[in-house]
């Protein structure tokens, strides 16, 4: 059996009863609308200062001719009594304390009025629409960088590890095979490989740690580059032993965000090149900024590359020659980069990176 439902349709004089028995408070922010009690939704500040606005322009304008009732109630017939924002009204000694206006009492005027505010929120609510599309599409770019950068940084930690560390295991598991044979036939000179073998353990331990610390985010917001070259080096000198000169550091800048931390990683990199390879006894670093661009010079005194002379950056991927992390990392950067290698004298690595 189907049993059919009927709204129960509320009168004006049966809505204000509500109030008087406390089923309503005076307070609520109801319309009668159609015989049933809407709840209205929160004013918004864009909505409260567009009826603000146009009270303000009303206001003189209509100033002797018309009352100007804001958001305040309007009896239309016997089921509705909606709050309009705005409504201009016949003028009355007692401003309508001992009722609510009606439809007769309103002024054709509200009906241009009204039209305003349509025309108001229709553009306004174009403009939000795009407003949303626009930062929906730029969610949706920056998300696509964010994944790109992450890929690359795989990419080069994934690189980064196998020319370092993973390099260093399969060095000590070829000298492990070696030990393994030597000690077969003289166990004295096994002894001395084990020793070797001890000391090369001992030295990937360190390559190690300095891997890993080198893989932690670097700590430049807020500070200038200069700053954080400055703990970077303090630090490689605690590290390494090997005494560096700065030049530059008295000249303080600062450099966009999002390139800061690959410029500080730059020279860190460099720095852990020369700690690992070159032997050298001393470093120079400068940098220096002019104009738009920012000079990084590093300079040691270490046994250089096994190729001799000065090589831009297409030349050295070209030949295949080079650090393949400081590649990768001039590229991000869009730096120009020169190699210059002194066999048995040193190394030198100048970059030019726009800021």
């Known amino acids: 059996m189907r049993t059919e439902t009927t709204k129960k349709l509320f009168t004006v004089d049966e809505y204000y009863k509500m109030v008087d028995v406390g089923i309503l408070q005076e307070g609520d922010r109801t319309e009668l609308i159609e015989g049933e009690i809407i709840q209205m939704s929160p004013m918004g500040s864009l909505h409260a200062a567009v009826v603000t606005g146009v009270n303000d322009v009303l206001v003189p304008l209509f100033k002797g001719k018309a009352l100007l009732r804001p958001q305040l109630p309007l009896r239309l017939n016997e089921f509705n009594e909606p709050q309009p924002d705005v409504v201009l009204l016949k003028p009355r000694q007692d401003c309508y304390s001992s009722r609510h206006p009606g439809s007769a009492d309103v002024l054709r005027a509200t009906i241009f009025v009204a039209g305003g505010f349509a025309v108001v929120f229709s553009l306004q609510k174009r403009w939000l629409e795009k407003r949303i599309d626009a930062l929906t599409e730029e969610a949706s770019r920056l998300q696509q960088e964010v994944e790109t950068a992450r890929e690359a940084e795989a990419q080069r930690i994934a690189a980064d590890f196998h020319d370092g560390p993973l390099q260093s295991f399969i060095s000590i598991q070829m000298r492990l095979e070696i030990f393994r044979k030597i000690l077969e036939r003289d166990r004295e000179a096994g002894f001395q490989e084990l020793q070797q073998l001890q000391e090369l353990s001992k030295s990937?331990?360190?390559?190690?740690?300095?891997?890993?610390?080198?893989?932690?985010?670097?700590?430049?917001?807020?500070?200038?580059?200069?700053?954080?070259?400055?703990?970077?080096?303090?630090?490689?000198?605690?590290?390494?032993?090997?005494?560096?000169?700065?030049?530059?550091?008295?000249?303080?800048f600062a450099a966009p965000p999002e390139i800061s931390a690959d410029i500080v990683q730059v020279i860190r990199e460099a720095l852990n090149?020369?700690?690992?390879?070159?032997?050298?006894?001393?470093?120079?670093?400068?940098?220096?900024?002019?104009?738009?661009?920012?000079?990084?010079?590093?300079?040691?005194?270490?046994?250089?590359?096994?190729?001799?002379?000065?090589?831009?950056?297409?030349?050295?991927?070209?030949?295949?020659?080079?650090?393949?992390?400081?590649?990768?990392?001039?590229?991000?950067?869009?730096?120009?980069?020169?190699?210059?290698?002194?066999?048995?004298?040193?190394?030198?690595?100048?970059?030019?990176?726009?800021?």
Not at 207 to 228: F, K, Q
Not at 311 to 325: A, F, H, I, K, Q
């Open 204 to 252: 990937q331990v360190r390559d190690m740690r300095s891997y890993v610390r080198n893989m932690r985010p670097l700590d430049v917001d807020g500070a200038s580059i200069t700053a954080a070259t400055r703990r970077l080096l303090d630090e490689f000198q605690k590290e390494s032993g090997i005494p560096v000169t700065f030049v530059g550091g008295e000249r303080p």
């Open 273 to 355: 090149n020369v700690r690992k390879h070159s032997k050298a006894t001393r470093v120079a670093v400068a940098l220096e900024k002019v104009g738009k661009i920012l000079e990084i010079s590093i300079d040691d005194n270490g046994v250089g590359f096994h190729f001799s002379g000065a090589y831009s950056l297409d030349e050295l991927d070209l030949l295949r020659m080079g650090p393949v992390s400081l590649k990768r990392r001039a590229r991000s950067l869009g730096a120009d980069l020169l190699l210059e290698s002194r066999p048995g004298h040193g190394a030198g690595l100048k970059m030019k990176i726009p800021i």
